[in-house]
């Protein structure tokens, strides 16, 4: 049997993990390795500065609690606590949704991102709404059974996003774009001081078609192909000119200095 390691980001309590975790059972040897307390919006952060340690999770066999971060986790988990190296990791199910940008800041997607960096093929799953695990659950043994079978593209993590009720069915689909025109709302405290939420306003998206928001906002589940490789690989040979400009600065900088 293939050995699936399970993670996520709300914590080695929370519903959704238990959730995937029985899902994905009869795919293979399932080892859950997850925070032993929420790390929502983590990222993709990893703890180098103290060590991380895996404890047995009470009556769940093969469960492990880490007082780390889901990066922490896949990293334990691939790089050699397990018996052998897993050949999927399956992060969430996230309660609410990782959708278009947000997932820069999601330790759910970070968890998948770094099986990929490790070269593991990655999923995340998220519940966009409501904490009935039930539809998402199933759709995540769906996905992850396609992958074993067709396995994922190259260096690309899958980011899984389950509308709530019963989705009309299945939509891959670009990241969308927010607008984050009211990402930051101010207030004025007792004593007059003001004082800022981050991510309290309403999100606002730009247009939705094709994209992971649009999907979901129309009741389907959106499968989102996302790569890791951040060069804008066009701007490289056009900023050639940069390169130019730059190094006769430097060097009459230089000189003259
Ligand atoms: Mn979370």
Redesign the pocket.
Known sequence: MPLLLVT???GVHAAGLAALAEAVSELGDVWVIAPER?Q?ACGHALTLHRPIRPTEVRDRERWFAVNGTPSDCVNLGVLGFLPERPVLVLSGI???SNLGDDVTY???VSAAMEGTLLGVPSIAFSLVEGDDFTVAAGVARLIATRALVESIPRKTLLNVNVPAGTPRGVRVAALGHRVYSDKIVAQADPRGRTHYWIGGGEPQWEALDGTDMGAVHEGYVSISPVQLDLTNHRAVAHMADWQNALNAQYRRAHRSG
């Open positions: 996520n980001d709300d929420e929502s996230n309660h609410g999601s330790g759910t």
